[in-house]
């Protein structure tokens, strides 16, 4: 039967989506409203390829162009998305799907196209060994999820219990924006624009959740998630300074994140993925999940090794740490322009 490659057009969209919800192997990621929110937020052209049988879709590959002059030219699957890559009922599906990928990359002259993968692909392309992602099952009893913390996390939950803090749902993305943005410039990382949050709400809706944690009635943590089939992915959190004085905060966070999500009937936690050496690499194994290596693929097209942004390279060193210096008004005016190329 022949396969062609087509692009998404506003038409195809909640056939797309359908396709994503019965895929095995898809996830939240390949939804088709990301082509909105990469299109509006940040300005990026997407191109989101499918495969099509005269049967319907059979093969799916949402692509978006970044270009900095700081950070490179590349087409990955997904910016700002922690996974993404070819999914596809058949070989012969997946194959025209990368051939398209990488004439298009060709054609874009980009330093490289990257694959987002979950799982290893039989393309042998180089792969990079950066990124672990951390997913677990969770069970619908609330004593079984809180004993399944290794002791010394569950203590923390309990002494923030003990501190007063408390769990709300929040509406407002602007109030967990005040948090998030203090929160990655202490740790010497650009913001994103706060319509970006804005956005993303508006545009996946009902999979979309905010939950704040206050401290004596003032905001001193919050987590913004996504929810897929029957997994929550707590996505974006942080915390600010004060809450460095206060014990427990961010293991009572996702421990209310999880407790309500297992009560509403979600059976996977996704805690997303961090690099390996890092704190929140650390944070989230000893809270008990198994890193999961996520292998991250390239196809080289002007670039001669693999591309290297992120904090870790030393190349970016002298940039994170003043960084995290800055007044935050500043950062977070100065913020955007940068991380519209860091996805």
């Known amino acids: 039967m022949t396969i062609i490659v087509e692009r998404l057009d506003a038409q195809s969209e909640t056939e797309w989506d359908d396709y994503v919800m019965r895929a095995k192997t898809a996830t939240f990621f390949h939804r088709a409203g990301w082509k909105t929110v990469l299109e509006r937020a940040f300005g990026h052209k997407t191109h989101f390829l499918l495969a ?11 692509l978006a162009q ?23 009922d058949n070989g012969t599906a997946a194959q025209l799907l990368r051939e398209s990928a990488c004439d298009l990359a060709s054609a874009m ?44 996390q569950r203590a923390m939950v309990r002494k923030g219990i003990n501190e007063g803090l408390a769990s ?38 009902e999979y979309f959740s905010v939950l704040m944690i206050t401290h004596q009635g003032r905001d001193v943590a919050g987590v913004m998630s996504f929810y897929f089939r029957d997994e929550v992915i707590p996505y974006y959190g942080g915390s600010v300074s004060e809450a460095r004085a206060i014990k427990g905060v961010n293991h009572f966070m996702y421990w209310e994140l ?6 509403q009937g979600i059976r996977i936690f996704d ?8 704190g929140p690499y650390s944070f989230k194994k000893n809270f008990g999940f198994c890193p999961q290596a996520l292998p991250y693929e390239y196809f080289l097209v002007t670039d001669d090794k693999l ?17 995290s ?14 991380a519209r190329s860091l996805g």
């Open 52 to 62: 099509r049988d005269k049967g319907g879709i059979v093969g799916i590959l949402p």
């Open 66 to 88: 970044v270009k900095s002059a700081l950070f490179g030219h590349s087409l990955s699957s997904l910016p700002f998305c922690v996974y993404g890559g070819i999914v596809a």
């Open 109 to 152: 002259k980009v330093g490289a196209l990257e694959l987002r993968n979950r799982e290893i692909s039989s393309a042998a392309w180089p792969v990079k060994d950066l990124y672990y992602t951390f997913r677990k099952p969770i069970d619908s009893s609330e004593e079984i999820n809180l004993k399944a913390i290794p002791n010394r």
């Open 168 to 205: 709300e749902w929040s509406e407002s993305t602007d109030r967990f924006f005040r948090v998030y943005a203090e929160s990655v410039r202490n740790l010497g990382t650009p913001v994103f624009t706060p319509k970006y949050l804005r956005i993303l709400r508006d545009v996946f809706k």
């Open 258 to 263: 999880m407790r309500y999500s297992a009560d």
């Open 271 to 278: 805690f997303g993925r961090s690099k390996a050496g890092t």
């Open 307 to 323: 591309p290297d942004v992120n904090p870790l390279n030393p190349k970016y060193r002298f940039m994170v740490n003043t960084w």
């Open 325 to 338: 210096r800055l007044p935050l008004a500043v950062a977070n005016f100065i913020g955007p322009y940068l």
